[in-house]
């Protein structure tokens, strides 16, 4: 992808900054694929008529409570390293470019050029700052996109309010739920049409981001050998970037082919093979149903089943296109009433075409534990439909009880798929139920579990990530050495805003841990937090600021705020997974659920700058 007659590091004639060639992405006419076609049949796009009657009652909660607690435990995940770092490797990419190691001074280093950094990009440049280097570890930019390339892959926030500067670039994705490939297109469309490709060092892993008190800079360290001293650094490395593996004993015995789903290996021909896949999270409900078409035949090893709501893909219409069009800032105005929409209904994407169609209306003001109640059972509502959903579509019993899941509804990442659950009645799959406790063990055939051995040539790890992993926070240290991984151990995770932690001036963390806002569409928190970054930055410009920090009292009161909106909110939240780290976590450590406060909080500090220090240059 990189063209070889222009250097990989070259000085820009007009601004004497440096640019850079180093995008390596591997076109592969292997690497291929698409997300989820339009399907015909009434039966699979529609969920059964929701029982009016069905409440979160004793009977129900008592077998809520027995599901819940027969996992508890039982998540033992492992990161890939040692013998399993060469489930890292990146299959998408051509080697690196080779380059000098950089070892200057720019205003801005990014670690990561997904979403987040392509936004930072895009507005820090527009508000006049264009020093900016980012940093990442892939050969192209995309981040989510870039790695998740398996089958099926797709969004599961509708493509015109998920996709960011739709209204600035001029594109319509094809597709109501666009796939992967598409986005992973799309960020390149984005870099190409701004000027990213410029300032992105790919192949370039941030080992070390190191302040100096002396000197007010910042030395973000890399695998390339850089050293390169900045002003400010912001980690926009994202939350579901770690890949792991479930510990199994005997994993490292399988002797057929192995990869888990976030590097997908186009290598491995899948065509009539005996394939297993293990986990059923939202990563594997979309490439179950095309591994099936594939497989001789596919095992599905699940412990925990996932929730399963209607897609109802659509393609965009030619019609669609005209009109919005014709509307200049139609993705914008979308993306607000999707938020609304998905806010009022208990953050539950609504199938069809609601976004067009009318909001929730206001509700009447109801107590906090009346709310709670209802949100309970409303939400028991859903799961119940879930649930019928799956009678009615798998045709074998066993079979159907075994996928029917029994927690809070939205305590897991809901999934929405239409061909999933048809796929069970195929006489190619099986479904292998291993809850409570998950995979007993691997050996050289396969899997093997309750004494059956299952002969296997390919096996997929669909094990998701490290949620909101602090591989990176581990890599930041203060003017002492102290990292911010070693702070959080110490005092508990403390931001503020979730973007900005006591004694780390200029940085900006970006999607972490108590993100405020924390939307179940990521692109609303990307958005928002972006043009925080661009407002603070434009702020210190003006008032001649070098550098800024936060009081440690306000980063104490938005720790308090985020543990007691968690607290407050738990019970809606009753099951083991990512979001409450798997119930291990303290309160407000991870997912922010203190709503439309966050906007309050945010105008505060942005109308007084009261949680803020600001010095001059040294
Ligand atoms: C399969 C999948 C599907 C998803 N679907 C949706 C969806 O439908 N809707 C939704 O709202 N969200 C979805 N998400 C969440 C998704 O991660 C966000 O929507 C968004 O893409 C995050 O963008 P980001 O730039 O913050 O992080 P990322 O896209 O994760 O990008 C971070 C980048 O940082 C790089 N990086 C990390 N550490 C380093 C380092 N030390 N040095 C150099 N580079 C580094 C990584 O390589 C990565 O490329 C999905 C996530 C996954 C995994």
Known sequence: MSSSAVPAVRIDAGTGHKVFNTRAAKASARIVGKGYDVLDDPDLVSMPEAKRDVRFDDEAQAHQRSFIEARRGTDDYMPMEGKFDHYLEDHYSAEPIEREALTDECEVVVVGAGFSGLLLWYKL??????????????????????????????CDVESYAYMPLLDETGYFPNQKYASGFEIFEYC???????????????????????????????????????????????????ILTTPRLARIEGMETFAGQSFHTSRWDYNVDLAGKRIGIIGTGATAVQAIPELAKEAGHLHVFQRTPSTIEVRDQRSTTPEQIERWSQQPGWALARRARVAEILDGRGRQPTAGNAAEGAAPSDRPRLSREERTKRQLDKGYRIMQQIRDRIDAIVEDPKTAAALKPYYAYACKRPTFHDE????????????????????????????????????????????????MSRENMARVTDGDGRTIADKWSEQGTRTFLGLHTAGFPNLFILVGPQASGGKFNFTETIEEQTDYVVWLLSTMRENGHHAVDVRDQDEADWAQHCADA?????????????????????????????????????????????????????
């Open 125 to 154: 440049s527009k508000a006049g700052f264009t020093d900016i280097r980012f940093c990442e570890r892939g050969g192209d930019v995309g981040g989510t996109w870039y790695w998740n390339r398996y089958p099926g892959v797709a």
């Open 188 to 238: 390149q469309l984005i870099a190409e049409r701004f000027g990213f490709y410029d300032h992105c060092l790919f192949h370039t892993e941030v080992t070390g981001v190191n302040w100096d008190d002396a000197t007010q800079r910042w030395t973000v360290s890399t695998a390339r050998g850089d050293a390169m001293r900045a002003r400010f650094v912001m980690l926009a490395n994202g």
């Open 420 to 467: 999933y659950l048809p796929t069970f009645n195929r006489p190619n799959v099986t479904l292998v139920d291993v809850a409570p406790i998950g995979v007993q063990a691997i050996n050289e055939r396969g899997v093997v579990h309750d004494g059956v051995q299952y002969d296997l040539d390919v096996l997929i790890y669909a094990t998701g990530f490290d949620f």
């Open 566 to 618: 968690d607290r407050a909110t738990e019970p809606l939240r009753d099951c083991l997974g990512n979001f409450n780290g798997y119930g291990r976590t303290e309160p407000g450590s991870l997912v922010y659920y203190g709503g439309r406060e966050s906007e309050r909080r945010q105008a505060w500090a942005q109308e007084t700058l009261q949680p803020y220090v600001f010095t001059t240059a040294p």
